[in-house]
């Protein structure tokens, strides 16, 4: 079964952009993108979807997030949290501090970023532990994880004035060879993660792959692989054609970063649900979406390389994994009364009284911005979650399909 793609090769050129305008460069990151697609396909006949989102957002030279810093903000493709201001890395840092203070004071401890894009959070957040904790700030490592070089570099040249407390790495290796205890975080990382893509294709689950033809085509999904595994957690009753996505790399990801600090806290803060929700029958096209400009889209296929292609967690399966590795959920809930409860040592000491910092904050909680859109995840070993949070987390139910 395969679904047609308008801009194919074969057909037209499937960077839909003209040359004639300045979105030629863009343009040309697509012609590269899509030749080594092409290779790929020519090699295999067709890919799986983790790999073609691998070359588009990933590849090194091409991919969306190697050719340059400036996806995020006005003049870019989408928005995040950062984007509002300072405030929301003011925020982050005190519950970074509170965690030193409750654990002790250790005398050296590490905050590691992943995803740090071009070092914009980092300095809001060290500024802020070191005007509010030098004691803390002294004790310090604050690093990221990069292996895109032009990302690596803009946060070297961001950061310079605290190369001190500075570690940037280009992989997990050189962070676990010497773990510290501390805080693993990220802000809008998990939804950049590759993901597959499943449709229900005559009562049975089956995987979209990318074809030569460059049409998204159906295949079986092996029992026993990763992905065939997770859909058993799914219902059988899904309409057909129902389209979602899965992702099989949380546990990985996870354990990379658990092996770099050696207590602590997991903290996660992105687009999504908890299962029942992710999986309600009405969303018949899953979470996926492409962004440019501003502008959301559906179609993956369209202009590789020059937009974002994303889809929401499943934060249910991402404290499944979780629990694999001994880090168990211990908050889950939206980024507005997440920050509303971290604002309250600023509000009560009357540190936001100014119409800058008020309209940042109204910004990052407000249901109808950003308050709604985001949810909050933290995980740690020595704690045990609360009733209340597996409830939200619907951890413990077997099978998720609801239908209202």
């Not at 990069?146 to 790495?169: C, F, G, M, N, W």
């Not at 990220?186 to 590759?194: C, F, H, R, T, V």
């Not at 600023?346 to 109204?362: C, G, L, V, W």
């Not at 704690?383 to 413990?396: N, T, Y």
């Amino acid at each position: 079964m395969s679904e047609n793609h308008p801009n194919t090769p074969q057909n037209a050129d499937a960077c839909s952009l003209d040359y004639s305008n300045p979105a030629a460069a863009a343009t040309s990151s697509c012609a590269q993108v899509c030749e080594k697609i092409d290779e790929a396909l020519a090699k295999q006949g067709s890919i799986s979807f983790p790999a073609f989102l691998d070359i588009s957002l990933y590849d090194p030279d091409h991919g969306y997030y190697a050719k340059n810093t400036n996806q995020v903000g006005r003049e870019g493709d989408f928005y995040t949290s950062v984007s509002v201001g300072p405030l929301f890395g003011q925020l982050l840092a005190r519950r970074f501090i509170r965690w030193w203070l409750d654990q002790g004071k250790p005398s050296a401890w590490r905050i590691l970023e992943i995803g740090a894009h071009d070092g914009k959070l980092a300095a809001d957040i060290l500024q802020t532990i070191a005007n509010l904790a030098p004691d803390a700030w002294q004790s310090l490592e604050y690093a990221t994880v990069e292996p895109l070089p032009l990302l690596r570099d803009a946060q070297q040249q961001r950061l310079s004035p605290l190369a001190t407390k500075l570690h940037l790495a280009d992989d997990f290796q050189t962070l676990s060879n010497h773990p510290l205890p501390g805080i693993a975080f990220g802000n809008e990382i998990l939804d950049a993660l590759p993901f597959h893509l499943i449709r229900r294709v005559e009562n049975e689950w089956q995987e979209l792959h990318v074809s030569a033809n460059w049409e998204l085509i159906a295949k079986p999904i092996a029992p026993t692989s990763a992905l065939g595994l997770k859909t058993t957690r799914l219902e059988n009753n899904f309409p057909e054609n129902y389209q979602t996505e899965i992702r099989t790399n949380y546990r990985e990801f996870l354990n990379q970063i658990s092996n770099c600090i050696s207590d602590g806290l997991l903290l996660f803060i992105d687009y999504g649900f908890a299962a029942p929700e992710y999986y309600n029958t009405h969303r018949t096209r899953g979470t996926l979406r492409t962004f440019s400009k501003h502008q959301a889209a559906e179609d993956p296929l369209d202009s590789p390389g020059t937009r974002d292609i994303t889809a929401h967690v499943d934060f249910t399966d991402l404290a499944r994994e979780a629990e694999t590795l001994h880090w168990h959920p211990t908050h889950f809930s939206n980024q507005g009364s997440y920050l509303t409860h971290l604002s309250t040592e600023m509000i009560q000491s009357d540190e936001m009284n100014d119409p800058k910092t008020i309209a940042q904050f109204r910004s990052l909680t407000h249901p109808a911005h950003l308050g709604a859109s985001f949810h909050v995840i933290e995980f740690e070993k020595s704690k045990e979650p609360s009733a209340q949070v597996l409830h939200r987390l619907a951890l413990g139910v077997k099978n998720f399909n609801r239908n209202a």
